[in-house]
């Protein structure tokens, strides 16, 4: 069973410019979560979807953040404009439902915003 | 916010000893669970224990959960090389509820 695929792996960009970052799940979990774990701390929740519906969205900075799951597949997260504090490791990761505990993560994706 | 507090933050053994790491939480919760990081990698399932239960095993691995005391334990016996990683406490309040995950140990293990 093929894991969690996120691209790219790392990203560098200027402060102000926009970056997206892909996910595809695990073939067939409806649940798929983007987390944003600063160096030092744990991943946060940013925002979960069931299916294409948006689940939890509380800790997603609305402002410069957005994410969307269109087919309910693989989905995109983008930063526009970054701010410097937007430095860190992107994680996206996907259970079979929201009910599952167990959620399999990606290998993420490193982000520096100079 | 986070909800768990990992301690301690960092932790150096030597292969063949056991490690021990805590989580301590601060609100009633459904699930705990434990996940490991290996450096710049995804993170990794590592176990759960549910509310109602005190202890589980798997392979050498060995969590406690004290619901008074709002606090897990996670016992690696007989450490490894490739145990070196950082592990985290994820906790969720209900069922289908979001993780909330601690801040991490970081454990090395001198070969």
């Known amino acids: 069973e093929a894991g969690v695929a996120q691209s790219p792996r790392y990203k560098i960009i200027e402060k102000r410019q926009s970056v997206a970052f892909w996910c595809n799940p695990i073939?067939?979990?409806?649940?798929l979560y983007w987390y944003q774990q600063i160096l030092g701390q744990g991943p946060k929740l940013l925002i979960q979807?069931?299916?294409?519906?948006?689940?939890?969205d509380s800790q997603l900075p609305k402002d410069r953040f957005s994410a969307e799951r269109l087919k309910g597949v693989d989905s995109t997260l983008k930063i526009q404009p970054a701010k410097l504090e937007d430095s860190a490791v992107y994680l996206c990761?996907?259970?079979?439902?929201?009910?599952?505990?167990?959620?399999?993560f990606g290998p993420g994706t490193r982000l520096l915003v100079l | 916010s986070q909800q768990g507090e990992e301690d301690p933050q960092a932790l150096s053994i030597q292969e063949g000893e056991n490690a021990t790491m805590n989580c301590s939480y601060k609100t009633s919760i459904n699930n705990l669970q434990w996940y490991r990081q290996n450096s710049g990698r995804g993170l990794v399932h590592l176990i759960l224990i549910r509310s109602n239960e005190r202890e589980k095993h798997s392979g050498r691995l060995r969590v406690t959960l004290d619901t008074s005391k709002k606090s897990s334990s996670l016992l690696i016996t007989a450490s490894r090389a490739a145990d070196t990683a950082s592990y985290f406490c994820?906790?969720?309040?209900?069922?289908?509820?979001?993780?909330?995950f601690g801040t991490g140990t970081r454990l090395a293990v001198r070969p």
């Open positions: 990761a996907s259970s079979r439902d929201r009910w599952q505990e167990t959620q399999y």
């Open positions: 073939s067939g979990h409806a649940t």
């Open positions: 994820a906790t969720d309040k209900s069922s289908g509820d979001k993780l909330t």
């Open positions: 979807f069931q299916n294409n519906g948006v689940v939890d």
